[in-house]
């Protein structure tokens, strides 16, 4: 079956089946095919057992309270931030695109939600300054994968869930390799700007002033002290700390900076409604998905069969790499999380690697897969933003795909990166 679903699957996609209904429609066919009716039964069953979790319901509430934390103008309140500490320098809005999506990535934890909060502000503004659309919307694609790695991270969220790890653990290893991507961004666009003549954006800010814009970005910045210091501190779980993230935005939105209106709650919630709905039927699929193929024995044989290629872990963390970076190219990083997470961490557990930091390591290739060609979904997200043609952004942004493939893997050759600050908290041995 795992021969065949890939093939199958991407046909499906090819032809313009929303990928939920292809997750289903791949192996139903095949089951069918095989004569397999039972099992095509505990298939579409599972559907639901999938999405009925309680750590799960994290999802919906970060989206929510990133939701909450972009329609009150928190974005805006970033971004002036970053640009009073990064503006004046050459390419400065390039180097406050990136240092604004550090930033957000705490609040959301999500690619989609930072191309198209961030993108809509910074592409208009840096095309002004007299950059390419182009290079801007690439630049807002390739910073906009930060977000799912710095915490909270909702696939860090999906792949504890499926692989029983700690949440907290995965979150504190996900910080370094987050920063590490947006370093060498912006080390990129110090190449390009002195190469390139990029214009500065702003004059150089006064102290006072910089501190007037931190003053102003203060309450936005505490959402992830408070995530990671409750979850850490054990005074409540993932998915109380998303709930807690909620009616923090909530007041800050409403009472603190006096930005949102009742009249807007509706329209928020259906937003967020919508976009949870993608992400947890996407995980229903792929968990269903998950629970046919583990009944064919379909996973130990390809165990076997990557075992076989070779003894050495560090040859086979090569090859897995460039495997998940062609999986990220296809399918989004949740479902590919799902059905490739239980196949290849046993795997590579039994070889010594750890698992917390085979999780960042899979997870930060599958996010970074969400900018690369053809399917790349933020770039799709970018090009709507932008108005700009997707093959346009494709070949912009290699550049700094070519970074992130770099930090990809020095993640995977030197494990201090990730595992240093989960042993220094306890959270992994």
Known sequence: MLVWFLPVFLVFLLIGLPV??????????????NGQTNDITLLYRNVY?????????????????????????????????????MGHLRGGLAHVNVLSSILFAGLSGSAVADTSALGSMLIPAMEKQGYTRKFAAAITAASSVIGPIIPPS????????????????????????????GIGLMLMIKVMANRYDFPVASRKYTWPERGQASLKAFFPLMTPVIILGGI???????????????????????????T???KEVPDVLSNAGMTSAVVLLLVGAAMAFKTVVSLSHAPEQLAALILGLSENPLILLFLIN???FVVGMFLDAGPAIIILG???????????????????????????????PPMGLVLFVAAAVSRERVETIAKAILPFLAVEIAVIFLITYVPAISMTIPRLTGFAN
């Open 154 to 181: 909702g696939i860090m969220i999906i792949y504890a869930y499926v692989m029983g790890e700690s949440v907290a653990a995965l979150f504190l290893a996900g910080i370094v390799p987050g920063v590490m991507v």
């Open 20 to 33: 939920f209904f292809a997750l289903l429609a791949a192996p139903g066919l095949l089951l069918w095919l």
């Open 322 to 324: 460039l495997l998940l």
């Open 342 to 372: 239980p196949i290849l961490g046993p795997i590579f557990s039994s070889l010594g690697v750890d698992p917390i930091h085979f999780a960042i390591i899979m997870s930060v290739n599958l996010t970074v897969g969400l900018a690369t």
């Open 49 to 85: 057992n999938g999405m009925d979790s309680f750590p799960l319901m994290a999802i919906p509430f970060f989206m929510l309270a990133g939701e909450l934390m972009n329609r009150g103008g928190i974005t805006i309140r970033l971004v002036e931030f970053s640009q009073a500490l």
């Open 260 to 262: 949102l209106t009742l």
């Open 232 to 258: 850490l501190g054990g005074i409540f779980t993932p998915t109380e700390a998303a709930a807690v993230a909620v009616g923090y935005a909530f007041l800050i939105g409403f009472f603190v900076l006096r």
